[in-house]
């Protein structure tokens, strides 16, 4: 369960930030409200997971998938840079998420 709430939090995540970059261009009050929603339950679920999960795993685990899920969607709703090494990258900080979750 501690897996599933931490994946909820990087889901989360990522909702906050794309929130980030809708408010920077609206500046609505519904947009403001959706960024802290975001975030609050980003950090809501990941202290359920943390109960369970060393906080060095989840918060390595978080950060990945908030990280790479910006920048994915960024590149599907934003159109940022799509090259092969972005790309890449990606793939790597989300197989190093991958590897924390196989060894604890």
């Known amino acids: 369960m501690a897996w599933l709430s931490l994946l909820a939090a990087g889901i989360f995540e990522m909702a906050g930030v794309a929130m980030i970059n809708k408010w920077h261009n609206d500046r609505k009050w519904q947009s403001f409200l959706l ?5 609050g339950l980003s950090f809501l679920f990941l202290s ?3 109960e369970t999960l060393p906080m060095s795993t989840a918060y390595a ?3 990945g998938i908030g990280a790479s899920g910006g920048a994915i969607l960024g590149m599907l709703f934003y159109n940022e840079a799509k090259d092969w090494k972005r790309i890449l990258f990606i793939a790597m900080v989300l197989g190093s998420a991958v590897g924390l979750k196989l060894v604890s």
């Open 35 to 39: 960024l802290l929603l975001g975030f």
């Open 48 to 50: 359920f997971a943390m």
């Open 61 to 63: 685990v978080w950060t």
